[in-house]
């Protein structure tokens, strides 16, 4: 099934659930499928049920606030002639975290298929559903994503953290983390 | 024979035990804690993050090119592999193709890394059931062999750092050629003796038959993926799935257990290494002469558009992927490693439930397990 | 004793040796190390053991799962902040006389891993070290190598007087204290008693 037909399928079972095409620029042609929070968990269901029964890969992703120009040309009247003027609209697109899933079938030998879910900011709304109760080997990968990232997976089995241990406080992956300072050889003993 | 935790107010009459991180047969930094009923396993959790070594952080701030080492010492038993993994992604990312020479150099450097992780991974298990070193002796003594040959071509033993995107970094003689040749012609042999001491050996098999066993709608469920999945009955092997680079032309067949236990998981290894001698058997032969980097690609300062891939490949530990978002630096934005022993690790529970305690390390022994990779 | 003197006399069939060189001679042959591998350097450390590089040929017989009962300590692999507690730990059971042997560049100094946010940069941080070998990993003949300066330097030690050995010196320690998890990192994030800062070193 192509992706639109995914896309198409999606929409006529869950109503009113928002599922975007995210386009690939590059020349892998891997284009993903960006659904909404709420519904996300009914979608894995309905994907599942189209036998995409593995989920080979889960990834969090940091996205810091970023501006983006635009040129936009446009015709205006100056001094009675007509004449087109190119100009730079800059629109702030808020952060948040991102996931990303990767389904495969292993019946039918297909994929992949891509998922994305965001988060509302990278602050306070910083929930998403966990897909553990759909395709266990998101179990660790989840979280992974909760620990170095501190997305909160709802619904998921045992939420704490695998990789770092517990008691620590910093989501390290994230681009805007400073390590402490007593790690260097420079800055050693000055705290 | 799998059993149900209990629930939490029987938990209290049992032992806590913690296994690991310095453990003899723990395969590395890897922490379980066990709770046990004498000696049943009641409930495990695994603990990891021993050697959680930042891997995608530190590659945020490499460029392409320079991850590459680090890829090495991922799955650090199986460095050109890993390498191949990255480089396809990257491939896929940037849109370089390889030329015919550089995939058959790549199947011929695949196919002995997967011999020497097999024959390590069978002498491995041996040992964590108590025959103290000697399968591991014979095992190492063939590594050794594939070993003089990655460190004749790339210049290391273990951390090659060979591929590259578009191709390979040097390219191999005819005399390095003969010589794997050589190892490939006896390695049937040295496979024979080891069969005949352990295949059918009484204490193996009773300690590997009915223990750990997977069902194979669990594998799928849990993304069990390489000789564990396949041992539960699974046909899934990405080599023949993506047909990833020419993996097409050569005829191997893909052997499946049928009761999913760590027999069973021995089994692959053996049989997947009479596999790969024919890969090897053939490529070796077929090898065309030509150039070995595609002569589009450069070697430094690779930016590739913005966008994303997924590459993956068969490793011999399961299906090794790298995720890559590209924002038109030459740095990766994010580089994610989908590593296939963290994920094994998801049914290490499931499996161990029900057994006694030397059971589980018999069975950690079967998912064969490389704490670089599930940790990073 | 006269050098020359004892060539003399061994060849009438008469051994003269001092208690302080017959000690010696007997600790450095019989190393034991600790199974005590982290990452790949352990790998290059089995292969050591095995038939090609052969360890055992050294007096590295037995590796003891136990600290109770090993004498070395081979720190290959890369130490995690996660990880540090759990070797000061093993450091501090292992009995005196006890050595450390620091493998590979991410035992010296945090390697090639040195900028995560998760990495100890080096073991001497909280343990105290006797040989380092560098490489990534080091060859199984570097290892080899490391364990004869590890011999040498102990045949080198005396038992009496001021540069005798930690282990025979009642005042010094043999047990270090083991950091603990902070909020950001290791608390301390090193043992100053043991840590030289290299820069600092440098700087005078």
Not at chain 3, 5 to 21: M, N, P, Q, R, Y
Not at chain 3, 40 to 55: F, G, P, Q, S, W
């Amino acid at each position: 099934m192509t992706l639109n037909e995914i896309r198409a399928r999606l929409q006529a079972e869950i109503p009113g659930c928002q599922v975007d095409l995210v386009v690939n620029g590059s020349p892998s042609a891997q284009n993903s499928l960006l659904i909404d929070r709420q519904h996300g968990l009914e979608a894995a269901r309905v994907l599942r049920g189209l036998e995409l029964d593995y989920c080979s890969n889960v990834t969090a992703v940091d996205w810091l606030e970023r501006v983006q120009s635009d040129k936009i040309k446009s015709k205006q009247v100056v001094d009675g002639v007509e004449k087109e003027i190119e100009q730079t609209v800059k629109t702030t697109i808020p952060g948040y975290l991102e996931v990303v899933y990767h389904l495969f079938s292993m019946s039918k030998k297909e994929g992949p298929v891509v998922l994305r879910m965001r988060t509302g900011n990278r602050t306070d709304d910083v929930a998403l559903p966990s897909l553990t109760p759909v395709w266990r080997s998101a179990e660790f990968q989840e979280r992974e994503a909760f620990d170095l990232y501190g997305i909160v997976f709802d619904g998921h089995p045992d939420l704490r953290r695998i990789l770092m241990w517990e008691g620590f406080a910093d989501y390290p992956m994230r681009k805007d983390y400073v390590p402490p300072p007593d790690d260097d050889l420079e800055t050693l003993g000055e705290r | 024979m799998t059993q149900v935790a209990p629930p939490e107010a029987e938990q209290n009459n049992l032992m806590e035990l913690s296994m690991g991180p310095q453990h003899p047969s723990t395969h590395g930094v890897f922490r379980m804690d066990v709770r046990l009923d004498g000696e049943r396993v009641m409930r495990l959790k695994p603990v990891f993050g021993y050697l959680h070594r930042n891997h995608e952080k530190i590659a945020e701030t490499a460029s392409y090119l320079a991850a590459i080492p680090y890829t090495d010492r991922l799955d650090y038993l199986c460095s050109m592999t890993n390498n191949w993994g990255y480089a396809l992604a990257v491939e896929k990312l940037a849109g370089l193709s390889v030329p015919e020479r550089a995939e058959y150099i790549r199947v011929i450097v695949a196919e002995l890394t997967r011999l020497q992780n097999h024959a390590g991974m069978v002498g491995f298990l041996l040992q964590d059931m108590g025959a103290s070193g000697t399968p591991l002796m014979y095992a190492f003594r063939e590594r050794e062999r594939v070993l003089d040959l990655f460190e004749s071509l790339s210049g290391a033993r273990m951390m090659c750092n060979y591929m590259r995107f578009g191709g390979v970094r040097v390219d191999c003689s005819a005399e390095w050629l003969g010589q794997a040749a050589q190892l490939v012609a006896g390695f049937g042999g040295f496979l024979d003796e080891f069969e005949q001491l352990l295949t059918g050996n009484e204490i193996l098999m009773a300690r590997t038959q009915r223990v750990g066993v997977l069902s194979s709608e669990l594998a799928i469920n849990a993304g069990v993926t390489g000789p564990g999945l396949r041992a539960s009955g699974v046909n899934y092997d990405v080599r023949k799935v993506d047909q990833y680079g020419i993996y097409d032309r050569f005829p191997f067949r893909v052997p499946l257990g049928e009761h999913g236990d760590v027999f069973d998981r021995y089994m692959m290894r053996v049989l997947e290494m009479r596999e790969t001698l024919k890969i090897l058997e053939e490529a070796l032969r077929d090898i065309p002469s030509g150039p070995i980097m595609d002569p589009k690609a450069r070697l430094r300062g690779l930016r590739p558009k913005v966008g994303e891939a997924y590459g993956r490949i068969e490793s011999p530990k399961g299906e090794l992927g790298f995720y890559l978002i590209s924002d038109g630096t030459p740095n990766p934005y994010r580089y994610r490693v989908r590593p296939p022993s963290l994920i094994n690790l998801t049914v290490l529970e499931d499996m161990c439930l029900g057994h006694n305690i030397a059971d589980v390390v018999v069975i950690l022994g079967s998912i064969d397990i490389v704490m670089g990779e599930v940790d990073r | 004793m006269d050098q020359d003197l004892k060539t003399e006399l061994s060849k009438h069939g008469i051994f003269a040796t001092s208690f302080e060189e017959l000690y010696n001679w007997g600790r450095k042959n019989s190393v034991w190390p600790l199974t005590f591998g982290l990452a790949c350097c352990a790998i290059e450390m089995i292969a050591t053991t095995m038939a090609r590089y052969d360890l055992a040929r050294f007096g590295a017989e037995v590796f003891r799962p136990s600290p109770r009962q090993a004498d070395l300590m081979i720190v290959s692999g890369t130490v995690t902040k996660k990880m540090a507690p759990q070797v000061v730990r093993l450091y501090n059971q292992m009995p005196e006389p006890k050595y450390v042997i620091a493998m590979g560049a991410c035992a010296i100094s945090g390697g090639p891993f040195r900028d995560g946010y998760n990495v100890l940069k080096g073991i001497d941080r909280f343990i105290p070290v006797d040989v380092h070998i560098p490489g990534c990993p080091p060859r199984p003949e570097a290892l080899i190598h490391a364990f004869m300066a590890l011999q040498e330097k102990i045949s080198a030690q005396q038992l009496t007087g001021e540069s005798r050995p930690r282990h025979l010196k009642q005042e010094l320690p043999s047990e270090f204290p083991v950091p603990e998890f902070g909020e950001h990192g290791l608390e301390p994030a090193q043992n100053d008693e043991v840590f030289r800062n290299p820069l600092k070193v440098l700087q005078g």
